[in-house]
Nanobody, 122 residues
Framework: QLQAFGGGLVQAGGSLTLSCTAS????????MGWFRQAPGKEREFVAAITRSGGGAYFADSVRGRFTISRDNAKNTVYLQMNSLKPEDTAVYYC?????????????????WGQGTQVTVSS
């Protein structure tokens, strides 16, 4: 089970940090990812991190602005979002992967959080 926290309303240029806590599974054995879905659009990949935290991958739209990290002792993954833009407005979902390696494919993730709303005003 995954629970995501930290969404909210922020002005363009601002920052937010999302967190996602996992329970009931071997958190440190799998990659973790963040996806987002804007109104009227399909869910899209945002970022992912390997099981150890030693590797990460980002969507082009967020690379250089977002950072992903994890604390395996706390079963938590974080998404630090800086320089937010109105086009970052979406419901953000955390997801646990099927294996240790990062993937941009949502079908490589088998457990999803409930989503947290991020709204960036212009």
């Amino acid at each position: 089970q995954l629970q995501a926290f930290g969404g909210g309303l922020v002005q363009a240029g601002g920052s937010l940090t999302l967190s996602c806590t996992a329970s009931g599974r071997a958190f440190s054995s799998v990659a973790m990812g963040w996806f987002r879905q804007a109104p009227g659009k399909e869910r899209e990949f945002v970022a992912a991190i390997t099981r150890s935290g030693g590797g990460a991958y980002f969507a082009d739209s967020v690379r250089g602005r977002f950072t992903i990290s994890r604390d395996n002792a706390k079963n938590t993954v974080y998404l630090q979002m800086n320089s937010l833009k109105p086009e970052d407005t979406a419901v953000y979902y955390c997801a646990a992967g099927r294996n240790p390696y990062v993937s941009i494919d949502e079908y490589e993730y088998d457990s999803w959080g409930q989503g947290t709303q991020v709204t960036v005003s212009s």
